[in-house]
C-alpha cells in the first residue's frame, strides 16, 4: 500500500505562484510512477505532470510545460509541484497519484492505483 498526502494549496493571483506538495509513505520503489492530475468543477480529471520515483525521467502535460515543475525529493519522501506563471484557467483540485510504471498511459488517470484527497488551488485575475 501506498499513502499520499496532498499540501499547499491556496488562494493567489494570476501569474503568481504556489507550490504543492505531496508526501509519499508505504511501499514505493523505484518501479513507481508519482503523478499530478487536477480537475476543475464539471470537467474530468485531466494529466499535469509526472515523474519517476527515483526521478529519471518526467513529462509534463502541453498546457502547463515550460509554467509548472515537478521535482522529487526521496530523502524526504514528497514530491513536489511547483505552479508559477499561474492562469485562472488553472484553478482546480490537485491530486497527486501513484501507480507502478507500464500499467498504462502515464497520462491516464486510470493507471493510478493510489490517490491522495487532493488540494484546492484558485487563481484569481
Known amino acids: 500500500q501506498v499513502q499520499l498526502v496532498e499540501s499547499g494549496g491556496g488562494l493567489v493571483q494570476a501569474g503568481g505562484s504556489l507550490r504543492v506538495s505531496c508526501a509519499v509513505s508505504?511501499?514505493?520503489?523505484?518501479?513507481?510512477?508519482v503523478a499530478w492530475f487536477r480537475q476543475a468543477p464539471g470537467k474530468e480529471r485531466d494529466f499535469v505532470a509526472v515523474?519517476?520515483?527515483?526521478?529519471?525521467?518526467?513529462d509534463y502535460s502541453q498546457s502547463v510545460k515550460g509554467r509548472f515543475t515537478i521535482t522529487t525529493n526521496n530523502a524526504k519522501d514528497t514530491v513536489y509541484l511547483q505552479l508559477n506563471s499561474l492562469r485562472p484557467e488553472d484553478t482546480a483540485v490537485y491530486y497527486c497519484?501513484?501507480?507502478?510504471?507500464?500499467?498504462?498511459?502515464?497520462?491516464?488517470?486510470?493507471?493510478?492505483?493510489?490517490w491522495g484527497q487532493g488540494t484546492q488551488v484558485t487563481v484569481f485575475s
Open positions: 515523474i519517476w520515483w527515483n526521478g529519471a525521467k518526467l
Open positions: 497519484a501513484a501507480g507502478v510504471r507500464g500499467l498504462g498511459a502515464t497520462s491516464d488517470p486510470d493507471g493510478y492505483v493510489f
Open positions: 508505504g511501499r514505493i520503489d523505484s518501479s513507481y510512477d
